[in-house]
Each structure stands twice: as C-alpha cells, then as structure tokens.
C-alpha cells in the first residue's frame, strides 16, 4: 500500500503541511510511523479523505442537468482570442484547465477574465500517470 509523507499529502490536498498535521493530530486523518518513526498517511485513507473534503469545494453553480460527470467550477483566469478561435483558461481550485472554443461562443457567452464559469470535459481518451511513491 503506497503511503504519503505530510509534506506530500499537503502538495496533493493543497494545503500546508501544518493543516495535514492539525487534521491528524484532530483525528481527522489516520497516521501512523513507518520503519524509522517517520509520519505517514496510508494512501487508502488519504484517497478516502481528499473525496469527501473534496465535495462541495468548488460546487458547479446552478441546477444543470447534464451527462458530463467532469465539471471543474472556477475562475477566467485568461482568454486569448484570434479571429476564429479562442482559448479560455480557467482555474478550478489547483486545476488549470485550458479549452479552445470558437470566439463567437465566447463573445455569445460573455467569458472575460475575473467571470466564474464551469469547464465540462466528456471524453473517450483520459491518459493517467502514476507517480510511483510506495516505500
């Protein structure tokens, strides 16, 4: 079973070493030493506790019916137009996500640095690395 020094579980929650510590030392999450008295976050309960601190946290806004089950609720953070096409930039908590639409959707929707909007990915290809951490 892979396990996660503070430090790292910190990186991957987005939140400081001393916040993984507190939630720890609050029962929060499960932590247990290792071989030489190290730390660590088993990565079944990590996994477990990034989910469901994870609901809600960026909430899609409004009551949208849709099919597509990835919606990353953010912020423009950037939109570059050229005469056909445009890249819309959206930042959703530590996720960057970028898309390019056509500039007429958005001029038709109004996307301008500083809106909230929701990036919606429905794919038949998703590519996943794995970052070998297991001690």
Do not use: C
Request: hydrophobic share 40%; net charge neutral; charged share 25%.
């Amino acid at each position: 079973m892979p396990t996660y020094s503070i430090g790292q579980a910190a990186g991957l929650l987005g939140v400081s070493s001393e916040t993984v510590r507190r939630w720890a030392d609050g029962g929060q999450l499960r932590m247990e030493r290792d071989g030489v008295g190290n730390r660590v976050l088993d990565g079944v309960s990590l996994a477990a506790f990034a989910k469901e601190r994870a609901a809600g946290l960026h909430a899609v806004p409004g009551e949208v019916l849709t099919s597509v089950r990835n919606a990353f609720a953010g912020i423009v953070t950037r939109v570059t137009l050229d005469d056909v096409i445009a890249q819309v930039e959206i930042q959703s908590g530590p996720h960057r996500v970028v898309s390019v639409v056509s500039r007429e959707a958005v001029e038709d929707l109004g996307i301008e640095v500083g809106a909230t909007a929701t990036a919606r990915v429905k794919s038949t290809h998703v590519h996943i690395d794995l970052t070998d951490n297991r001690r």
